[in-house]
């Protein structure tokens, strides 16, 4: 069965930064695109950005252009987001996608998913 | 960017009911690269549909995909106990990739 587990949210304060994880296993890591999507607290869901299987191609929603930064690891199957100048507005769970045709386009659906890292930006 | 608007906001349904859920696009979603997923409370998003009709593996024949360009509809053929949830639609056509607002159907 495929999983996906993030790590690395938590409490900072504006302006900071954290970087998530995702450790993905039972599936060929290197064959798939993967992506970021979050929710704010109580709100619907907002793709962030997506990588390439290959990590040369990266997208971002216009929001967290310039400040979050998405890379993986092939040789180690997993997935980060850098997120630095942190807002309030960052504040939400974010999961850990994996798209759903190998070798397929870096935009793409999603056919699983982590169970989410909380990040809360406030002072 | 694509818009996706999803309607009605709640549905109001009882077991047994069926349910239709709709997702319109500000433009062409081409290649009908249009995804359906559900939610429920604590847990992460479900696939359930992609290429705005082919069932995700192991998702029940009682949810169906339809449509095409603009307007997309979900449908549960009789809503099981299990199926109160929240329900988005998001288009993969290109980036940024975007959701539907969510529609919730609830208990009546």
């Known amino acids: 069965e495929v999983q996906l587990l993030e790590s690395g949210g938590g409490l900072v304060q504006p302006g900071g930064s954290l970087r998530l994880s995702c450790a993905a296993s039972?599936?060929?890591?290197?064959?798939?695109?993967m992506g970021w999507v979050r929710q704010a607290p109580g709100k619907g869901l907002q793709w962030v950005s997506s990588l390439s299987n290959s990590g040369y191609s990266t997208y971002y929603t216009e929001s967290v252009k310039g400040r979050f930064t998405i890379s993986r690891d092939n040789s180690k199957n997993t997935l980060y987001l850098q997120m630095n100048s942190l807002r309030a507005e960052d504040t939400a769970v974010y999961y850990c996608?994996?798209?759903?045709?190998?070798?397929?386009?870096?935009?793409?659906?999603?056919?699983?998913w982590g169970q989410g890292t909380l990040v809360t930006v406030s002072s | 960017e694509i818009v996706l608007t999803q309607s009605p906001g709640t549905l109001s349904l009882s077991p047994g009911e069926r349910g239709t859920l709709s997702c319109r696009a500000s433009?062409?979603?081409?290649?009908?690269?249009l995804a359906w997923y559900q939610q429920k409370p604590g847990q992460a998003p479900r696939l359930l549909i992609y290429?705005?009709?082919s069932r995700a593996p192991g998702i029940p024949d009682r949810f169906s995909g339809s449509g095409s360009g603009t307007d997309f509809t979900l449908t549960i053929s009789r809503l099981e106990p299990e199926d109160f949830a929240v329900y988005y639609c998001?288009?993969?056509?290109?980036?940024?990739?975007?959701f539907g607002q969510g529609t919730k159907v609830e208990i009546k």
């Open positions: 290429g705005a009709s």
């Open positions: 998001q288009q993969y056509v290109s980036s940024p990739a975007t």
């Open positions: 996608a994996k798209s759903g045709i190998a070798f397929g386009g870096t935009i793409n659906y999603f056919d699983c």
């Open positions: 433009q062409s979603v081409s290649s009908n690269y």
């Open positions: 039972q599936f060929t890591f290197s064959s798939y695109a």
